[in-house]
């Protein structure tokens, strides 16, 4: 592909545009829970086998089905139903009002002006405050035996999605959304991803005080 085509027509459907202020948001009734994303994310980064920067959910008929899975469904059927599957890419979000910045007693959670929110590994205590925060399970703690793991065999120092800073500096959307193969992870303006769910006739799928927590005021450019 020539580099001199303009960096819009490089992006993938999914990622309507890359850098300052983009936001990343799943598209839920597009996911067929394939794992593309976890894998196109951990061979990017490296990410070990016992980590997961994205943790894909399923849920039956809105409610969460893990272990009670194959029950749920089971009884669904017996009794006539047929029980739809909701599919969330759970990954850090780069929210607007991030909790796990507010909750981080050492500022290793840092807002950054273009809008990532970055984890700054030096001043990590491991302390885990922003597992608590995240209302999406985005923080995950690779086991290690360095530093304060050592002493209190806590989960060493946070890792989340970075967004894919260095990509997107390169003007190339997030892996695991330019490998998608049903474009459900969203990249782009909070309009261009408002505009994107309504086009699709797709629903934001969270509440209002989650929205508010990723989009900040943006939410309200969301049909809830
Ligand atoms: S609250 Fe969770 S999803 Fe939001 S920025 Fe923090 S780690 Fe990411
Ligand atoms: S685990 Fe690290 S990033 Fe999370 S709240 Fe504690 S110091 Fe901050």
Request: with cysteine; glycine share 10%; hydrophobic share 30%.
């Amino acid at each position: 592909m020539s580099t001199n085509e303009p960096t819009e027509a490089r992006l993938s459907n999914g990622v309507m545009s890359t850098g300052e202020g983009m936001r990343i948001f799943p598209d839920v009734e597009a996911c067929i829970d394939c794992g593309g994303c976890v894998v196109a994310c951990k061979r990017t980064w490296d990410v070990e086998i016992s980590n997961q920067r994205i943790d894909i959910t399923t849920m039956l008929e809105g409610h969460e089905a893990d272990e009670g899975f194959n029950g749920h469904q089971t009884r669904a059927i017996d009794e006539g139903a047929n029980p739809g599957e909701t599919h969330l890419p759970m990954q850090c979000y780069h929210c607007e009002n991030a909790p796990c910045v507010s909750v981080c007693p050492t500022d290793a959670l840092q807002k950054k002006d273009n809008e990532f929110v970055e984890v700054v590994d030096d001043l990590c205590i491991g302390c885990q405050y922003c597992l608590s925060g995240c209302p999406f399970g985005a923080p995950q703690f690779p086991e290690s035996e360095d530093g304060l793991n050592a002493v209190v065999g806590s989960g060493g120092v946070m890792d989340k999605c970075t967004g894919c800073e260095e990509r997107q500096d390169a003007g190339q959307g997030p892996a695991c959304a330019e490998e998608c193969a049903t474009n459900a992870i969203l990249v782009g303006s909070s309009g261009q991803i408002a505009d994107e769910l309504e086009k699709r006739d797709s629903g934001a799928f969270f509440n209002e005080t989650a929205m508010e927590i990723i989009f900040g005021d943006d939410a309200r450019m969301f049909d809830q």
